[in-house]
């Protein structure tokens, strides 16, 4: 035991490509340095989509899964990030639930009395926005949650999405007008 983990702790500054190489070559604990670079690099974006810790830990769990399995078919080990981004994007969108929508449109506070018809309609509004969400592609819907729900740069977006950041403003662009037709149609 004490040998594996000096293994893996001798590891953990290589380079991606290197770690791959090495698991690849059949020292698959040394996986372990890979989990735990991307398991905090990313383990906020998993929260933000699936809107659970938990329900975000089991999709992490399973995404390095899946990576693990399916390493030999990362073409580009450098980019290792992105690769299995791609992959904890898919498991998060398996995992999501409509909480994480519903808790961010929940916490708008409203500072004047409300009617009881004025509050059944903020509900159908909250409503319209999280099915309008749910509508989404999932590309739409991750440069959303980057963008809107997490704050990031369009440059951290295209990094992580391995996209042109002018794609990505065009996916946030074209998710606010389907939320915006979505709330037309209600009111």
């Given at each position: 035991m004490a040998r594996r983990m000096a293994t893996s702790a001798a590891w953990v500054?290589?380079?991606?490509?290197?770690?791959?190489?090495?698991?690849?070559?059949g020292d698959g604990e040394t996986f372990a340095v890979l989990?735990?670079?991307?398991?905090?690099?990313?383990?906020?974006?998993?929260?933000?989509?699936c809107g659970d810790p938990d329900v975000a830990a089991d999709a992490m769990q399973e995404a390095f899964i899946r990576a693990?399995?399916?390493?030999?078919?990362?073409?580009?080990?450098e980019r290792f990030g992105a690769w299995f981004f791609r992959i904890l994007t898919n498991q998060c969108h398996n995992h999501?639930?409509?909480?994480?929508?519903?808790?961010?449109?929940?916490?708008?506070t409203l500072t004047e009395p409300r009617s009881a018809d004025d509050r059944l309609r903020d509900r159908e509004?909250?409503?319209?926005?999280?099915?309008?969400?749910?509508?989404?592609?999932?590309?739409?819907?991750?440069?959303?949650?980057?963008?809107?729900?997490?704050?990031?740069?369009?440059?951290e977006m295209a990094e992580l999405l391995d996209e042109r950041e002018d794609t990505l403003r065009m996916r946030v662009h074209r998710a606010r007008d389907a939320v915006r037709r979505r709330l037309e149609a209600i009111v």
């Open positions: 500054g290589l380079p991606d490509a290197e770690v791959v190489a090495r698991v690849l070559d989990v735990e670079r991307y398991r905090r690099a990313f383990g906020q974006y998993a929260s933000g989509v693990f399995e399916a390493l030999d078919t990362c073409r580009d080990p999501r639930t409509r909480r994480r929508v519903h808790q961010a449109l929940e916490t708008v509004i909250r409503e319209a926005i999280a099915a309008a969400l749910d509508e989404l592609s999932p590309e739409q819907r991750d440069a959303f949650v980057l963008r809107e729900i997490e704050g990031r740069a369009y440059a």
